[in-house]
Protein backbone atom coordinates (compact mmCIF):
# COMPACT_ATOMS: atom_id res chain seq x y z
CA UNK A 1 0.00 0.00 0.00
CA UNK A 2 1.50 3.51 -0.85
CA UNK A 3 1.83 5.99 1.60
CA UNK A 4 0.99 9.84 0.86
CA UNK A 5 1.67 12.75 2.95
CA UNK A 6 -0.51 15.95 2.28
CA UNK A 7 0.35 18.97 4.02
CA UNK A 8 -3.27 21.32 3.35
CA UNK A 9 -4.89 18.35 4.80
CA UNK A 10 -8.29 20.97 6.21
CA UNK A 11 -8.63 22.92 3.18
CA UNK A 12 -10.64 22.24 -0.27
CA UNK A 13 -8.38 20.29 -2.26
CA UNK A 14 -6.55 18.60 0.52
CA UNK A 15 -10.08 17.02 1.95
CA UNK A 16 -10.25 15.50 -2.29
CA UNK A 17 -7.31 14.39 -2.26
CA UNK A 18 -7.27 12.44 0.67
CA UNK A 19 -10.80 11.17 -0.37
CA UNK A 20 -9.18 10.14 -3.60
CA UNK A 21 -6.30 8.15 -2.39
CA UNK A 22 -8.05 6.50 -0.05
CA UNK A 23 -10.32 5.23 -2.10
CA UNK A 24 -7.07 4.28 -4.33
CA UNK A 25 -5.60 2.10 -1.29
CA UNK A 26 -3.32 4.77 -0.10
CA UNK A 27 -2.32 5.06 3.82
CA UNK A 28 -3.11 8.96 3.92
CA UNK A 29 -1.48 10.97 6.01
CA UNK A 30 -1.69 14.59 6.92
CA UNK A 31 -0.03 18.21 8.63
CA UNK A 32 -1.96 19.91 10.49
CA UNK A 33 -0.88 23.50 12.08
CA UNK A 34 -1.59 24.34 16.10
CA UNK A 35 -2.84 22.94 19.26
CA UNK A 36 -6.48 23.63 18.87
CA UNK A 37 -6.83 23.45 14.85
CA UNK A 38 -10.92 23.72 14.99
CA UNK A 39 -10.55 22.19 11.25
CA UNK A 40 -9.14 19.07 13.14
CA UNK A 41 -12.54 18.02 13.60
CA UNK A 42 -13.86 18.42 9.81
CA UNK A 43 -10.76 16.29 8.56
CA UNK A 44 -11.99 13.73 11.64
CA UNK A 45 -15.35 13.55 10.41
CA UNK A 46 -14.70 14.06 6.64
CA UNK A 47 -11.93 11.32 6.21
CA UNK A 48 -11.30 9.48 9.52
CA UNK A 49 -8.49 7.05 7.87
CA UNK A 50 -6.31 9.91 7.65
CA UNK A 51 -3.57 9.89 10.25
CA UNK A 52 -2.30 13.53 11.47
CA UNK A 53 0.89 15.29 12.71
CA UNK A 54 1.20 18.01 14.49
CA UNK A 55 3.34 20.28 12.05
CA UNK A 56 3.77 23.76 10.55
CA UNK A 57 5.60 24.86 7.12
CA UNK A 58 7.26 27.14 9.02
CA UNK A 59 9.01 25.19 10.91
CA UNK A 60 11.23 22.93 9.18
CA UNK A 61 12.06 20.24 12.23
CA UNK A 62 8.16 19.38 12.46
CA UNK A 63 8.40 18.69 8.87
CA UNK A 64 11.22 16.38 9.02
CA UNK A 65 9.04 14.76 12.13
CA UNK A 66 6.13 14.70 9.84
CA UNK A 67 7.96 12.87 7.26
CA UNK A 68 9.77 10.34 9.60
CA UNK A 69 6.73 9.44 11.17
CA UNK A 70 4.74 8.55 7.73
CA UNK A 71 7.75 7.67 5.61
CA UNK A 72 5.49 8.27 2.74
CA UNK A 73 6.28 7.61 -0.85
CA UNK A 74 4.07 10.94 -1.96
CA UNK A 75 4.12 14.23 -0.85
CA UNK A 76 1.69 16.54 -1.87
CA UNK A 77 2.22 20.40 -0.57
CA UNK A 78 -0.88 21.98 -0.57
CA UNK A 79 -0.29 24.23 2.06
CA UNK A 80 -0.81 27.47 2.09
CA UNK A 81 -1.86 31.28 3.07
CA UNK A 82 -4.10 31.21 -0.14
CA UNK A 83 -6.21 34.06 -0.05
CA UNK A 84 -4.63 36.29 -2.27
CA UNK A 85 -6.69 39.32 -1.27
CA UNK A 86 -5.08 38.63 2.87
CA UNK A 87 -1.73 38.74 1.22
CA UNK A 88 -0.90 42.28 0.91
CA UNK A 89 -2.14 43.08 4.56
CA UNK A 90 -0.14 40.08 5.76
CA UNK A 91 3.23 40.13 3.14
CA UNK A 92 5.59 38.61 5.70
CA UNK A 93 3.65 35.45 6.91
CA UNK A 94 2.26 34.85 3.02
CA UNK A 95 6.16 35.01 1.85
CA UNK A 96 7.08 32.39 5.23
CA UNK A 97 4.24 29.90 4.48
CA UNK A 98 3.27 29.98 0.93
CA UNK A 99 7.14 31.05 0.03
CA UNK A 100 9.56 30.00 2.57
CA UNK A 101 7.17 26.49 3.29
CA UNK A 102 7.94 25.50 -0.05
CA UNK A 103 11.65 25.39 0.80
CA UNK A 104 10.65 23.50 3.90
CA UNK A 105 8.93 21.04 2.43
CA UNK A 106 11.56 20.29 -0.42
CA UNK A 107 14.64 19.97 2.05
CA UNK A 108 12.38 18.02 4.37
CA UNK A 109 11.75 15.41 1.81
CA UNK A 110 15.19 15.70 0.30
CA UNK A 111 16.70 15.26 3.77
CA UNK A 112 14.38 11.83 4.43
CA UNK A 113 15.02 10.34 0.66
CA UNK A 114 18.52 10.42 1.63
CA UNK A 115 20.81 8.37 -0.89
CA UNK A 116 17.90 7.96 -3.21
CA UNK A 117 16.72 11.88 -4.55
CA UNK A 118 14.11 10.62 -6.44
CA UNK A 119 12.57 7.88 -3.76
CA UNK A 120 9.96 10.19 -2.37
CA UNK A 121 7.99 11.68 -5.29
CA UNK A 122 7.03 15.59 -4.60
CA UNK A 123 3.69 17.40 -5.62
CA UNK A 124 3.75 20.99 -5.45
CA UNK A 125 0.26 23.31 -5.46
CA UNK A 126 2.13 25.91 -7.63
CA UNK A 127 -0.84 28.62 -8.91
CA UNK A 128 -2.41 30.37 -11.82
CA UNK A 129 -2.25 33.67 -10.18
CA UNK A 130 1.59 33.69 -10.92
CA UNK A 131 0.70 34.54 -14.59
CA UNK A 132 -0.67 37.94 -13.19
CA UNK A 133 -0.70 40.72 -16.04
CA UNK A 134 -0.81 37.69 -18.46
CA UNK A 135 1.71 38.18 -20.94
CA UNK A 136 -0.25 35.72 -23.16
CA UNK A 137 -3.67 34.29 -23.75
CA UNK A 138 -4.17 31.47 -22.85
CA UNK A 139 -1.50 30.58 -20.95
CA UNK A 140 0.71 27.32 -20.85
CA UNK A 141 3.11 26.16 -18.82
CA UNK A 142 6.40 28.37 -20.64
CA UNK A 143 4.04 31.31 -20.47
CA UNK A 144 6.15 34.24 -18.58
CA UNK A 145 5.33 34.94 -15.15
CA UNK A 146 4.21 38.16 -14.28
CA UNK A 147 2.85 38.11 -10.41
CA UNK A 148 0.55 40.96 -8.96
CA UNK A 149 -0.08 40.34 -5.55
CA UNK A 150 2.42 39.23 -2.22
CA UNK A 151 1.03 35.97 -2.67
CA UNK A 152 1.57 35.43 -6.15
CA UNK A 153 5.29 36.14 -5.65
CA UNK A 154 5.66 33.26 -3.32
CA UNK A 155 3.90 31.27 -5.58
CA UNK A 156 6.66 32.07 -8.21
CA UNK A 157 9.38 31.53 -5.37
CA UNK A 158 8.15 28.18 -4.22
CA UNK A 159 7.42 27.18 -8.42
CA UNK A 160 11.16 28.20 -9.24
CA UNK A 161 12.37 26.24 -5.68
CA UNK A 162 10.45 22.77 -7.17
CA UNK A 163 11.95 23.07 -10.52
CA UNK A 164 15.88 24.04 -9.12
CA UNK A 165 15.73 20.56 -6.57
CA UNK A 166 14.31 18.64 -9.74
CA UNK A 167 17.50 20.06 -11.13
CA UNK A 168 19.69 20.45 -8.73
CA UNK A 169 19.07 17.50 -6.76
CA UNK A 170 17.47 14.59 -9.34
CA UNK A 171 14.33 14.73 -7.14
CA UNK A 172 10.78 13.82 -8.96
CA UNK A 173 9.25 17.03 -8.14
CA UNK A 174 6.41 17.69 -10.37
CA UNK A 175 4.19 21.62 -10.42
CA UNK A 176 0.99 21.63 -10.93
CA UNK A 177 0.15 25.25 -12.10
CA UNK A 178 -3.35 24.96 -10.98
CA UNK A 179 -6.41 27.74 -12.78
CA UNK A 180 -8.75 28.48 -10.08
CA UNK A 181 -10.77 25.19 -8.82
CA UNK A 182 -14.05 25.29 -6.77
CA UNK A 183 -16.50 23.31 -4.48
CA UNK A 184 -18.94 23.30 -1.76
CA UNK A 185 -16.30 22.72 0.21
CA UNK A 186 -14.40 26.76 -0.79
CA UNK A 187 -14.20 28.96 1.66
CA UNK A 188 -16.88 31.90 2.28
CA UNK A 189 -13.93 34.52 1.83
CA UNK A 190 -13.79 33.04 -2.40
CA UNK A 191 -15.97 34.58 -5.26
CA UNK A 192 -17.33 31.76 -6.10
CA UNK A 193 -18.53 30.53 -2.34
CA UNK A 194 -19.38 34.14 -1.43
CA UNK A 195 -21.60 34.47 -4.26
CA UNK A 196 -23.53 31.00 -3.71
CA UNK A 197 -23.54 31.91 0.17
CA UNK A 198 -25.29 35.21 -0.89
CA UNK A 199 -27.29 34.03 -3.18
CA UNK A 200 -28.88 30.91 -0.72
CA UNK A 201 -29.40 33.55 2.27
CA UNK A 202 -30.53 36.18 -0.15
CA UNK A 203 -33.68 33.64 -1.46
CA UNK A 204 -34.44 32.07 1.64
CA UNK A 205 -34.76 35.92 3.06
CA UNK A 206 -31.83 35.75 5.47
CA UNK A 207 -29.56 38.70 3.86
CA UNK A 208 -30.63 41.58 1.39
CA UNK A 209 -27.81 41.79 -0.72
CA UNK A 210 -24.38 41.28 -2.03
CA UNK A 211 -21.49 43.40 -1.40
CA UNK A 212 -18.48 42.65 -4.58
CA UNK A 213 -15.66 43.96 -5.35
CA UNK A 214 -14.53 43.82 -9.47
CA UNK A 215 -17.34 42.18 -11.59
CA UNK A 216 -15.50 42.56 -14.61
CA UNK A 217 -12.52 40.04 -13.35
CA UNK A 218 -12.91 37.44 -15.42
CA UNK A 219 -11.55 33.71 -13.87
CA UNK A 220 -10.94 30.03 -15.67
CA UNK A 221 -13.10 28.32 -12.78
CA UNK A 222 -12.95 24.64 -12.67
CA UNK A 223 -13.97 21.89 -10.15
CA UNK A 224 -11.44 20.88 -7.29
CA UNK A 225 -12.57 17.33 -7.43
CA UNK A 226 -11.12 16.75 -10.52
CA UNK A 227 -8.12 19.01 -10.23
CA UNK A 228 -6.87 16.95 -7.59
CA UNK A 229 -6.89 13.97 -9.87
CA UNK A 230 -4.65 15.73 -12.23
CA UNK A 231 -2.03 16.12 -9.04
CA UNK A 232 -2.12 12.88 -8.66
CA UNK A 233 -1.51 11.96 -12.15
CA UNK A 234 1.34 13.79 -12.55
CA UNK A 235 3.21 11.79 -9.20
CA UNK A 236 2.61 8.66 -11.63
CA UNK A 237 4.39 9.81 -14.11
CA UNK A 238 7.89 8.23 -14.62
CA UNK A 239 9.41 11.79 -14.81
CA UNK A 240 8.58 14.87 -13.18
CA UNK A 241 7.49 18.09 -15.05
CA UNK A 242 4.99 21.21 -14.80
CA UNK A 243 1.88 21.63 -15.72
CA UNK A 244 -1.21 23.73 -16.38
CA UNK A 245 -4.51 21.81 -15.22
CA UNK A 246 -7.37 24.32 -16.68
CA UNK A 247 -11.16 24.12 -18.33
CA UNK A 248 -9.84 26.67 -21.12
CA UNK A 249 -13.34 28.67 -20.54
CA UNK A 250 -12.91 32.07 -19.19
CA UNK A 251 -16.10 33.46 -16.85
CA UNK A 252 -16.64 36.19 -15.80
CA UNK A 253 -17.64 37.03 -11.79
CA UNK A 254 -21.07 38.80 -14.28
CA UNK A 255 -21.43 35.13 -15.32
CA UNK A 256 -21.23 34.06 -12.06
CA UNK A 257 -23.66 36.11 -10.85
CA UNK A 258 -26.14 35.42 -13.57
CA UNK A 259 -25.84 31.66 -12.92
CA UNK A 260 -25.88 31.75 -9.28
CA UNK A 261 -28.81 33.91 -9.41
CA UNK A 262 -30.79 32.01 -12.09
CA UNK A 263 -30.48 28.57 -10.02
CA UNK A 264 -32.64 30.55 -7.40
CA UNK A 265 -34.92 32.09 -10.15
CA UNK A 266 -33.71 35.18 -10.08
CA UNK A 267 -32.84 37.05 -13.49
CA UNK A 268 -32.28 40.61 -12.56
CA UNK A 269 -29.63 40.57 -9.64
CA UNK A 270 -28.55 44.19 -10.15
CA UNK A 271 -31.16 45.21 -7.06
CA UNK A 272 -29.35 42.63 -5.16
CA UNK A 273 -25.82 43.55 -5.99
CA UNK A 274 -23.95 46.32 -4.59
CA UNK A 275 -19.78 47.02 -5.21
CA UNK A 276 -17.61 48.29 -2.60
CA UNK A 277 -13.78 49.40 -2.90
CA UNK A 278 -13.19 47.38 0.28
CA UNK A 279 -13.49 44.44 -1.62
CA UNK A 280 -11.34 45.46 -5.12
CA UNK A 281 -7.62 44.76 -5.12
CA UNK A 282 -4.44 47.14 -4.95
CA UNK A 283 -3.27 45.35 -8.57
CA UNK A 284 -5.84 43.17 -10.44
CA UNK A 285 -5.26 39.81 -12.82
CA UNK A 286 -7.93 40.28 -15.32
CA UNK A 287 -7.37 37.25 -17.70
CA UNK A 288 -6.69 34.32 -16.51
CA UNK A 289 -7.57 31.08 -18.84
CA UNK A 290 -5.08 28.25 -19.10
CA UNK A 291 -4.32 25.71 -21.85
CA UNK A 292 -4.02 22.42 -20.32
CA UNK A 293 -3.16 20.96 -23.72
CA UNK A 294 0.33 18.81 -21.80
CA UNK A 295 -1.91 17.97 -19.09
CA UNK A 296 -4.17 16.17 -21.81
CA UNK A 297 -1.66 14.58 -24.01
CA UNK A 298 0.66 13.54 -20.85
CA UNK A 299 -1.76 12.90 -18.03
CA UNK A 300 -4.79 11.70 -20.02
CA UNK A 301 -6.65 14.56 -17.64
CA UNK A 302 -9.42 16.45 -18.58
CA UNK A 303 -12.49 18.48 -16.43
CA UNK A 304 -15.89 16.46 -15.91
CA UNK A 305 -17.13 19.35 -14.36
CA UNK A 306 -18.61 22.39 -16.23
CA UNK A 307 -18.60 25.63 -15.16
CA UNK A 308 -22.58 25.71 -14.96
CA UNK A 309 -23.08 22.84 -12.95
CA UNK A 310 -20.31 23.60 -10.74
CA UNK A 311 -21.91 26.96 -9.65
CA UNK A 312 -25.87 25.38 -9.16
CA UNK A 313 -24.47 22.72 -7.51
CA UNK A 314 -23.11 25.05 -4.86
CA UNK A 315 -26.21 27.08 -4.92
CA UNK A 316 -27.76 23.83 -4.09
CA UNK A 317 -25.25 22.86 -1.26
CA UNK A 318 -25.78 26.65 0.50
CA UNK A 319 -29.36 26.30 0.15
CA UNK A 320 -29.81 23.16 1.93
CA UNK A 321 -27.12 24.49 4.50
CA UNK A 322 -28.24 27.74 5.23
CA UNK A 323 -31.75 26.49 5.75
CA UNK A 324 -30.52 23.84 8.18
CA UNK A 325 -28.58 26.77 10.24
CA UNK A 326 -31.62 29.46 9.67
CA UNK A 327 -33.67 25.84 11.15
CA UNK A 328 -31.32 25.54 14.39
O1 LIG B 1 -12.15 33.89 -5.59
P1 LIG B 1 -10.98 34.80 -5.53
O2 LIG B 1 -10.70 35.42 -4.21
O3 LIG B 1 -9.76 33.95 -6.09
P2 LIG B 1 -8.34 34.36 -6.70
O4 LIG B 1 -7.86 35.64 -6.17
O5 LIG B 1 -8.42 34.21 -8.19
O6 LIG B 1 -7.39 33.22 -6.13
C1 LIG B 1 -7.78 31.85 -6.01
O7 LIG B 1 -7.41 31.12 -7.15
C2 LIG B 1 -6.00 31.03 -7.37
C3 LIG B 1 -5.78 30.16 -8.59
O8 LIG B 1 -5.67 30.96 -9.69
C4 LIG B 1 -5.31 30.44 -6.17
F1 LIG B 1 -3.98 30.42 -6.36
C5 LIG B 1 -5.63 31.25 -4.93
O9 LIG B 1 -5.06 30.64 -3.78
C6 LIG B 1 -7.13 31.29 -4.77
O10 LIG B 1 -7.59 29.98 -4.55
O11 LIG B 1 -11.16 35.99 -6.58
C7 LIG B 1 -11.45 35.78 -7.93
C8 LIG B 1 -11.73 37.10 -8.62
C9 LIG B 1 -10.70 38.20 -8.32
O12 LIG B 1 -10.37 38.86 -9.51
C10 LIG B 1 -11.45 39.17 -7.41
O13 LIG B 1 -11.01 40.51 -7.51
O14 LIG B 1 -13.00 37.59 -8.15
C11 LIG B 1 -12.86 39.00 -7.93
N1 LIG B 1 -13.87 39.43 -6.96
C12 LIG B 1 -14.87 40.33 -7.20
N2 LIG B 1 -15.58 40.55 -6.09
C13 LIG B 1 -13.96 39.04 -5.67
C14 LIG B 1 -15.04 39.73 -5.12
N3 LIG B 1 -13.22 38.17 -4.97
C15 LIG B 1 -13.56 37.96 -3.68
N4 LIG B 1 -12.84 37.06 -2.96
N5 LIG B 1 -14.60 38.64 -3.07
C16 LIG B 1 -15.37 39.55 -3.77
O15 LIG B 1 -16.30 40.15 -3.21
Redesign the pocket.
Known sequence: MPTALITGITGQDGLYLAELLLEKGYDVHGVIRGQNNPKRELVRRTVPDVVLHNGDLTDLSSLMRAMRDSEPDEVYNLG?V????YSWENAHVTSDVTGKGVLNMLEAVRLQAGEDPGSIRFYQAS???MFGKVQEVPQREKTLLWPRSP?AVA?VYGHYLTINYRESYGMHASSGI???HESPRRGP????R?VSRGVARIKLGLADEL?????D?Q?DWGFAGDYVEAMWLMLQQPVADDYVVATGEMHS?RDLLDIAFAAVGIDDWAPFVRSHEA?L?PA??DQ?VGDATKAREVLGWKPRVGFHELIESMVEHDLAEQSRIARS
Open positions: ASFVASSEYKLFNEFVTKVMGNLARVYREVL
